[in-house]
């Protein structure tokens, strides 16, 4: 009994509103799994079609065969559906709060009516440079009400886009444009983020030097800061949208036309397009932001990540805008111009939902109580986190300074290749357990394996690795360019199931406890990295002859970048060349890739056929050095000695 952990029961008076209780939950999720076909012909009818579905799931994740459709023969358009479709009841409603990085700045409130003009001038000015359909746009923007112009005029044209996130380096973005064949990137002049400015648009430029010549760039000019101009290539966006038409016509789309790619880290190599299509992914976001947070009419949404990242694109933009709902954008940082900022907005805007990060939390929780309690949160009805477990201190200050103890936390379990959530309590059906992101959405049917046999472990109470064994409508459909690569990387180790990477438990009552990652990936403050990405960037540096990459865990950002480094032959370790290499990944990936401990290897421990051996690098950098297990099959144990002996982290 004594380590059963503490339940949380839905408040009465929420049970009495919301879109689904315990019963209904059950109810709705039974037939979901026995009969998805008749559930999601029902569900598939909260969007509009152009021509109705008849079919609706084709699906097998047979080996070899690895092929997911849905609702296949209904076309639509993405767009319509987000922006069309709610002019005729509420026009004047605000579509998106923008609020902008200064508190002083004036926010902007866009109404479904402003919005539908200025989707339709920006699809306009993306035609006007020869976008057609099918072609793939490259968004490279700040947090500014024109991300979201700019995906839907996307959509509206039937043109793909891919968001790359505005922290991202040159080399990064530039290897996004090439791998997708983008036509055109859309940046911005700079950025402003917490007071200091990134500057977007001469990344760009410096991007497009490795780039087809034939790539335009649009600019949105929106801090106005002097930037260079290529007169042959780049546009003006703003200044274009007055010369356009204030109308475009939405084009039909198949229902498994692709939205967009989303390019995301693997354990191996480098980033994947992840590929969404549009009526399935829509009609997951929009039902999955409607009851995960249970979302009603006259709610104020305010989902806190960046539209580069899946959960931006999901719940700022697609989710939200598909209900007609108001979506808050923010700008800015948690902590400019002061830790209070999140709390003041929730204040500022009545922000009913309110979604965040662990890392987050934890960071503004270390700033201690009076900016959070100075704030009235009394509009809140629902929290939720998203990126990775979050601790039990976390949840409680959570539960207590922002919710006063009366509101659901709602913490959802779900990727980049998922579309929507997975695992997620609903606020008036799922008492909730802190840490456990407790039982599966409609349509997910998750099952635990034995990591090694892969056999399905069927007691409730269990370990392993989690897959999920059939399709739901938001699942990604490929891997752009590289359907093998798709199959190979989630269906080959464990057959017949989506394997999503993570580890999980089980406990007695069904609910579900994500452990983390199981392979070399590692989620660094809710950003997900691959460990070999970090070690590609760090051995493309010259004087670097060898590295490796490891997580080790971190009081804020959950997981720390841990770099072991052997340089080439000649070459000494100092201070400056230190700075240099953390310099180096900050420019070959971004700020996020940049490793918060790096230590100087004369050598790495490698297995006699040349394996390095992460498993002790691990326990190292985890300064749990005691229990590194069997080491005489190395080629050298001595390597070993000399890691301890200057080993980074230290407790
Ligand atoms: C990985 C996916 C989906 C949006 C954010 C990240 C981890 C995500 C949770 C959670 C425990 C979580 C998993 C997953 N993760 N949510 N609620 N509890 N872990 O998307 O970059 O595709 O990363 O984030 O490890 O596999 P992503």
Redo the contacts with the bound molecule.
């Keep these: 009994m004594l380590d059963q952990p503490k339940t949380f029961a839905p408040d009465p008076g929420l049970v009495e509103t919301a879109h689904a209780d315990k019963a209904r939950y059950e109810e709705m999720y039974a037939r979901s799994v026995t009969d998805p076909e008749g559930f999601w012909a029902d569900e598939g009818k909260r969007l509009d079609w152009i021509e109705p579905y008849t079919k609706v799931k084709n699906t097998s994740f047979e080996p070899g065969n690895i092929s997911i459709k849905w609702f296949e023969d209904g076309i639509l358009n993405v767009a319509a559906n987000c922006v069309d479709r709610h002019l005729a009841t509420r026009a004047d409603q605000t579509a998106i709060i923008w609020e902008p990085d200064e508190p002083d700045a004036e926010a902007l409130h866009i109404t479904y009516r402003e919005l539908h003009e200025k989707v339709c001038r920006f699809a306009n000015v993306l035609l006007s440079q020869g976008v057609m359909r099918g072609d793939r746009v490259v968004i490279y923007l700040p947090m500014i009400p024109e991300a979201a112009y700019a995906m839907l005029a996307c959509a509206r044209i039937g043109a793909i886009h891919s968001v790359v996130f505005a922290g991202f380096s040159p080399d990064a973005l530039a290897n996004r444009v090439n791998d997708c064949g983008a036509k055109l990137v859309i940046t911005a002049d700079t950025a402003p983020r917490g007071g200091k400015r990134t500057p977007l648009k001469s990344n760009t430029d410096a991007a497009l030097l490795h780039c087809s010549d034939k790539v335009r760039c649009l600019v949105v000019k929106h801090t106005g800061d002097q930037t260079t101009w290529i007169a042959d290539r780049d546009v003006d966006v703003k200044a274009m949208m007055e010369d356009v038409a204030p109308d475009c016509p939405p084009r039909p789309m198949g229902a498994e036309d692709p939205l967009f790619v989303l390019y995301?880290?693997g354990s191996t190599g480098k980033p994947k397009g992840v590929v969404h299509t549009s009526g399935g992914y829509l009609a997951y976001a929009s039902m999955t932001h409607q009851y995960t947070f249970d979302y009603h009419d006259g709610d104020v949404f305010w989902c806190a990540?960046d539209v580069g990242?899946?959960?931006g694109h999901s719940y700022i933009v697609y989710g939200p805008l598909a209900n007609g709902a108001t979506t808050v954008m923010f700008e800015g940082v948690p902590t400019y111009p002061d830790a209070g900022r999140f709390w003041q907005i929730i204040d500022k805007h009545k922000v009913t939902q309110f979604y965040t990060?662990p890392t987050a939390l934890r960071a503004l929780m270390g700033k201690g109580n009076d900016l959070v309690d100075a704030a009235d949160l009394s509009t809140l009805k629902v929290l939720g986190?998203?990126?990775?477990?979050?601790n039990p201190e976390a949840w409680t200050w959570y539960n207590e300074k922002v919710g006063h103890g009366r509101l659901p936390i709602v913490?959802?379990?779900?990727?980049?290749?998922?579309g929507g959530h997975m695992?997620t309590p609903l606020p008036g059906a799922t008492p909730t357990k802190p840490g456990s992101?407790t039982l599966p959405f409609f349509g997910v049917q998750p099952a635990v394996l034995e990591p090694e046999s892969g056999k399905l472990i069927e007691e409730t109470a269990c370990e392993g690795v989690l897959v999920i064994a059939d399709s739901w409508p938001g699942q990604m459909r490929t891997v752009w360019g590289d359907h093998e690569r798709f199959e190979e990387t989630y269906f080959s180790q464990y057959k017949t199931y989506y394997f999503?990477?993570?580890g999980c438990r089980r406990d007695a009552d069904g609910y579900y406890w994500?452990t983390?990652?199981v392979d070399d990936?590692i989620?660094v403050s809710?950003?997900?990295m691959g460990t070999a990405e970090v070690e590609s960037a760090l051995v493309a540096h010259a004087k670097v002859a060898e590295a490796a990459v490891v997580g080790y865990p971190h009081d804020i950002k959950g997981q720390g970048i841990y770099a072991y480094v052997t340089l080439m032959n000649g070459e000494e370790p100092s201070d400056d060349l230190r700075k240099e290499l953390e310099a180096w990944v900050r420019n070959e990936i971004g700020p996020i890739a940049k490793p918060d401990l790096l230590q100087w290897a004369p050598g790495l421990p490698k297995t006699r056929s040349g394996k390095i051996m992460r498993r002790i690098l691990r326990k190292i950098a985890e300064d749990d050095y005691g229990s590194l297990g069997d080491t005489s099959t190395l080629a050298e144990p001595e390597v070993v000695d000399d890691l301890i002996a200057n080993r980074m982290n230290r407790r």
Excluded: F, K
């Design positions: 995301t880290s990540a990242w899946v959960t990060a986190t998203v990126g990775e477990p979050i913490d959802t379990w779900w990727q980049t290749e998922t695992i992101a999503a990477g993570d994500i983390g990652r990936v989620n809710g950003h997900r």
